[in-house]
């Protein structure tokens, strides 16, 4: 059993935990940090999980790509997020690299890399707080609690995060659609394209919006990535596509 952390989140945490401002006066304001403060809280965060699972054969740090495949589907993907990584953040990658395995895939995010490496390679165990991947079938840990996702729930929840988007990402659903509306409309209609398809065109929106959206919120897997020209195949649903409970 290996362990599939989600490192952008760990590092970016300690990172920008280590940073101070130095206020100069005169409108000069420096921000500066220690490498040793911020990999020492890396280090502390990655022994927290190894001791919360105590046996285990590996810990494998996943980190996104500087590029992002999703920008081509929707150029304003995550567009909000061009905030400069925090201080020491690519040399603390970089030190992690010499003492663990790490693993970042050309063009694609953390996520979609832990989805792809865990789909492939079964009886591993992702350790992340972000919900995206509850798409993925296998035992999940968030932090807080471990939860096992059966193919079926991992499927549901890409369909409801179709409808529902995330603000934070930068995709937007249906207007007007949360979560919890997401999820009675599926129960009353059923888990299918159909669904999705009827609810965005219930809104003026085009099927080609849902596909978008859909595309935006899929965590791929092994089966939606091409292994040999290493790039991803985007989700392609037919029309009578639904998930069997």
Same mark, same amino acid.
């Given at each position: ?7 952008? @989140? ?5 990172? /920008? ?17 220690? @490498?040793?403060? /911020? ?13 919360? @699972?105590?046996? @285990? ?114 995709? /937007? ?8 509306? /997401? ?63």
């Amino acid at each position: 059993m290996k362990l599939l952390i989600d490192c952008d @989140f760990v590092v970016y945490k300690c990172c /920008a935990a280590a940073e101070t401002e130095i206020d100069f006066g005169d409108d000069v304001i420096v921000v500066t940090s220690t @490498f040793k403060d /911020a990999y020492s809280c890396v280090k502390r965060e990655l022994n927290r999980i190894a001791n919360k @699972f105590g046996s @285990f054969d590996e810990m494998i740090l996943f980190f996104s790509d500087s590029k992002n495949f999703r920008k081509d589907i929707q150029k304003d993907y995550k567009g909000h997020r061009n905030r400069k990584k925090p201080c020491a953040y690519r040399r603390v990658i970089n030190k992690l690299s010499e003492e663990y395995s790490v693993i970042r895939m050309p063009t694609l995010e953390a996520d979609d890399a832990m989805g792809i490496y865990a789909t492939k390679n079964t009886g591993n165990i992702i350790v992340s707080p972000d919900k995206d991947m509850k798409q993925i079938p296998g035992m999940l840990w968030n932090f807080e609690e471990s939860t096992l996702i059966k193919p079926e729930e991992g499927a549901k929840w890409h369909l409801i995060q179709s409808l529902a988007g995330d603000n934070t990402d930068g995709y /937007a659903g249906v207007p007007g659609i949360g979560v919890k509306r /997401a999820v009675a409309l599926f129960e009353e209609k059923g888990y299918s394209w159909k669904t999705v398809v009827e609810a965005f065109k219930e809104k003026g929106l085009s099927e080609d919006v849902a596909l978008t959206n859909a595309r935006l919120a899929r965590i791929l897997t092994t089966e939606d990535y091409d292994h040999e020209k290493r790039e991803p195949i985007l989700w392609n649903p037919s029309a009578d596509y639904k998930v069997n409970s």
